[in-house]
């Protein structure tokens, strides 16, 4: 019972937080800071996702720090990718 309602209660918390957003009036502005904040909401979620998953395993390590570098280097997502997962394959065979 306590699990449905740990589930029913996150339910909820989720769906008020997103309709948050569609039932405010229509003249209403976000103030600047959730703006700013929002902005960095997309980098947070995918580094919440991958990080500890690179941070377990003995070859996600280095391939994450090689992935990393390109995105930083040359911020083009397709080759962040590309240098991820050769690195990864690399690294793999490597250890």
């Known amino acids: 019972m306590t699990l449905w309602l740990t589930l029913l209660g996150m339910a909820l918390v989720t769906f008020a937080l997103r309709a ?3 039932v405010l009036p229509p003249g209403t502005e976000l103030p600047a800071f ?3 904040a929002l902005r960095y909401v997309p980098a947070a979620v995918l580094t919440a996702i991958w990080a500890p998953e690179v941070l377990v395993q003995n070859e996600q ?3 994450g720090v090689v992935a990393i570098a ?3 280097r040359w911020r083009m997502t397709f080759a962040t990718i590309i ?3 050769l690195a990864l394959h690399l690294f793999a065979w490597l250890i």
């Open 20 to 22: 948050a957003f569609l």
């Open 34 to 36: 959730f703006k700013r």
């Open 61 to 63: 390590l280095p391939a």
């Open 70 to 72: 390109v995105a930083w």
């Open 83 to 85: 240098a991820g997962l």
